[in-house]
């Protein structure tokens, strides 16, 4: 009789051991990767003007989140507008302007838990923005009419304007298509393009398109 109680007892331990296995080598896994900051908007091209980007995993079984900036894969959709090291170092490249993506990616060949996931792939991504601006491309000039108070800022980034300042000028890369977006200062109001946009658009018309800037350009804008 004792003999049977002790080969039960075995056998249920055995039996536990089994069950309980596979929960004590479950696998952390990565989920997902988020890039800081999501968004950098560069000036004109300067190797002195760069920013630091990070990449944080976020995994699950346990939830945690871990800086993992230098075990991802960096690169840049347009390298010759924004280059990125292989530790996220990122600059404006000086050939090219408008806006880009840059990547963070981790192939997952193994778990934590050394369990193969061959083929997961996870990335995260953030954008770059270099501005359009030349020392010697096409003025664009911002003239401000009216009583009121607002700001004018471009996209791609280069110029931005207050309505104190009555009239700004930037130079862009010739060709380089531009949109406007005037905004008034509380309690003041948008009273409208004047020439200069080729067409506008947005909520109230408040954003002047220019097609292509090939030659200077002025464009008045009236805040009330």
Not at 47 to 64: E, K, M, S
Not at 117 to 135: E, H, K, L, Q
Request: aromatic share 6%; with cysteine.
């Amino acid at each position: 009789m004792k003999a049977f109680i002790f080969r039960g007892a075995a056998l249920f331990g055995v039996l536990g051991l089994l069950i309980a296995g596979p929960s004590c080598a479950r696998d952390q896994q990565l989920v997902s990767i988020t890039v800081q900051p999501d968004t950098e908007n560069f000036g004109v091209a300067d190797p002195a003007l760069n920013v630091q980007l990070r990449a944080l995993g976020t995994y699950i079984h346990p939830p945690v989140t871990k800086d993992i900036t230098n075990q991802v894969t960096w690169a840049s959709n347009t390298p010759n507008m924004v280059t990125v090291t292989p530790t996220g170092l990122a600059a404006p490249a000086g050939f090219a302007c408008g806006s880009t993506l840059i990547s963070a990616t981790v192939n997952t060949n193994h778990s934590v838990g050394n369990r193969s996931s061959s083929g997961a792939i996870v990335t995260g991504f953030m954008t770059a923005n270099v501005a359009c601006v030349s020392a010697s491309g096409p003025i664009l000039t911002v003239n401000f009419a009216g009583l009121g108070a607002g700001n004018v800022v471009s996209s791609p980034p280069g110029l931005s304007c207050t309505s104190s300042t009555v009239t700004c000028s930037v130079s862009f890369v010739s060709g380089t298509p531009i949109s406007l977006t005037a905004t008034p200062i509380n309690p003041s109001t948008f009273g409208g393009w004047g020439t200069g946009c080729d067409s506008t658009s947005g909520t109230g018309q408040n954003v002047c398109n220019i097609n292509s800037l090939t030659a200077n350009r002025t464009v008045t804008v009236t805040f009330n």
